[in-house]
Structure formats: structure tokens, C-alpha cells
């Protein structure tokens, strides 16, 4: 089992950057794949980046290719999203997700966190 907890949303202007960290306890977090996900008001829960368990795989939405960069770290069980060149469509709850089988699903993962913030100020 896993638990797990965000951190590092807040508001920033459009161009800006943010760093989400994502808190894993757990005896077997090196195991899981980890994702990134983001819902906004009236609109359905969306993948935003996944990355293996080793961290050698990476993989993200066309939306965020190039600006958004996940990675891990199994020593701190910790998984990070570097956020650059923010725009306002960027704004939403991120939810950091962690699976044992690879998903851009949301049904496919068992353990979410409670959410962060991100808001993108035009």
C-alpha cells in the first residue's frame, strides 16, 4: 500500500514555472509506476505524465510535451513534476497517482493523493 502527498502548487503568471513533489510511504513505492494527473472545474480527470519504476521511461500528453518534466526519486519516495512555460489551460487540481500496471486511465490506479492547486494567472 501506498500513501501519498502533494505539494507545490500556487499561483503563478503565465511564462512561469512551478515544481510539484509528490510525499510516497510505503515499504514498496520502488515498485510502482507513478503518474501525474489534473482535473479542472467540469471536466474529466486528465493524464498529464507517467514514469517507470526505474525512471528510465517516461512518457506525457501531447499538451505538456516539451514544458513538463516527471521524475523520481525511490531513495526519498519522492516523484516530482517540473512545470515550465505555464499556460492558463494549465490550471487544475494535480493529483500525483500511483499503479502497478501502466494506465493513462485513471481507473487503473489504486492510490491518489489529495490534490494540489496549480493556477495560471493570463
Known amino acids: 500500500q501506498v500513501q501519498l502527498v502533494e505539494s507545490g502548487g500556487g499561483l503563478v503568471q503565465v511564462g512561469g514555472s512551478l515544481k510539484l513533489s509528490c510525499a510516497a510511504s510505503g515499504r514498496t513505492f520502488e515498485t510502482y509506476i507513478m503518474s501525474w494527473f489534473r482535473q479542472s472545474p467540469g471536466k474529466d480527470r486528465e493524464f498529464v505524465a507517467t514514469i517507470s519504476w526505474s525512471g528510465l521511461t517516461t512518457d506525457y500528453v501531447d499538451s505538456v510535451k516539451g514544458r513538463f518534466t516527471i521524475s523520481r526519486d525511490n531513495a526519498k519516495k519522492m516523484v516530482y513534476l517540473q512545470m515550465n512555460s505555464l499556460k492558463p489551460d494549465d490550471t487544475a487540481v494535480y493529483y500525483c497517482?500511483?499503479?502497478?500496471?501502466?494506465?493513462?486511465?485513471?481507473?487503473?490506479?489504486?492510490?491518489w493523493g489529495q490534490g494540489t492547486q496549480v493556477t495560471v494567472s493570463s
Open positions: 497517482a500511483a499503479t502497478l500496471s501502466s494506465s493513462r486511465e485513471p481507473d487503473g490506479y489504486a492510490y
